[in-house]
């Protein structure tokens, strides 16, 4: 039964129509449309396989007027402000397959969209592109290995991994083992971008020197891990372990009372361990760096600490087992094997191992019994993923 809307003055609704007030029309639409007076308070449906607009006119609505518009077609369907009009919408106005949300009139020019189930996935382009699939959903993952720019051609929402830059290992000297350096932070989480954003990969620490930041940076949001910090050594400060919000801390240095200053991240979503004391002895073992996932190792006698264990990122990006940001062993007449593979091992009586770029991890603590330098840490990586 027909509902006599708008209502007027006196008027008399049955039951019926009473009930059919919550039974909004369906208007379907099979190519592009500008919206009607006779839209109002009803379901505008496009049903395109290809590109469509849904144009929002002036002077059609008033205020308070509102329309539903869905996308049914396989096309994307773009709600297009018409000559004189403003259309404000916290997330897109290009809806995808099963998209929609609510137009609503603020006066006869400006209007705000409302897209239903809050703000969907962005896409966007650059680094490295691949397709893949996890837990049975399917994704377009950009790869970043160098500082470069995100270019956002459709504002929402995108998965993020950002990796810092891992520290180098500490010197050894004489009889001072270099401790591992800390492995870069790491953070996960979910952000939104509107405009093309700046990626920053952060570098590997050179010798006794700490990693440096990733970030992503926007209008929109900001995100920054701090890297590692430097293992402790006569190469660097002798007893300062450093810790940056995020990164994991250096092992310390032997022969010194084996203080370690590095401690896990305070920051949510942010992965950072401490790093592993040195023996406090003569030609002894450094301690280990930290890792993402876990402390390092104090130092054994004349070994040196393994470096504390990376994060797996493959529940991120698929496939089989992948470990960023482990931390560098300890050097020593043994070195300290590094942490998750990915870490660099300790110097044996010798310089301590550099880490592999983009992994995020602590170089390897050089062994003592002459000036031995420690071991580059790997620079960091970024990975951003959209649902497809």
Do not use: W
């Amino acid at each position: 039964m027909a509902v006599p809307y708008p209502f007027v003055s006196g008027a008399v609704l049955q039951a019926q129509q009473l009930n059919a007030i919550t039974e909004l029309t369906i208007n379907d639409k099979t190519d592009d449309h500008t919206l009607v007076a006779g839209d109002a308070g009803e379901y505008v449906i496009m049903n395109k396989a290809t590109s469509s607009t849904i144009t929002v006119p002036n002077n059609v609505f008033t205020a308070s007027q509102i329309v539903k518009i869905v996308n049914k077609g396989a096309g994307t369907c773009t709600v297009t402000a018409g000559a004189g009009v403003t259309v404000n919408v916290n997330g897109s106005l290009a809806l995808s397959q099963h998209g929609g949300g609510t137009l609503l009139a603020l006066s006869a020019s400006t209007f705000t969209f409302f897209p239903f189930g809050g703000i969907g996935y962005g896409t966007a382009t650059g680094g490295s592109s691949s397709s893949i699939t996890v837990g049975g959903q399917n994704y377009t993952l950009l790869t970043f290995t160098s500082s470069s720019t995100l270019t956002v051609t459709k504002a929402g929402l995108f998965d993020v991994l950002v990796c810092s830059g891992g520290a180098g290992g500490a010197a050894g000297i004489s009889n001072v083992s270099g401790g591992g350096g800390g492995a870069g932070g790491i953070l996960q989480a979910t952000v939104y971008l509107d405009a093309n954003t700046t990626i920053q990969i952060g570098g590997g620490g050179a010798d006794s020197t700490s990693g440096s930041s990733s970030a992503i940076d926007s209008t929109a949001r900001s995100l920054s891990v701090a890297g590692g910090g430097r293992g402790g050594g006569r190469g660097g400060s002798f007893d300062a372990f450093e810790s940056a919000l995020g990164g994991s801390g250096g092992g310390g240095a032997s022969i010194d009372s084996g203080r370690n200053l590095g401690s896990a991240s305070m920051a949510p979503s942010i992965s950072g361990s401490a790093g592993g004391d040195g023996v406090a002895a003569a030609s002894s073992g450094g301690g280990g760096g930290g890792g993402a996932a876990a402390v390092g190792s104090a130092g054994v006698s004349t070994t040196g600490g393994a470096g504390g264990a990376g994060f797996d990122v493959s529940a991120f990006i698929g496939g089989a087992s992948l470990f960023k940001c482990g931390g560098g062993g300890g050097g020593g007449a043994t070195g300290g094997a590094g942490g998750s593979s990915v870490g660099a091992a300790g110097g044996s009586n010798a310089a301590g191992n550099a880490a592999a770029a983009n992994t995020g991890s602590g170089g390897g603590g050089a062994g003592f019994g002459a000036t031995r330098v420690g071991g580059a840490g790997g620079s960091g990586i970024v990975f951003i993923r959209m649902e497809v």
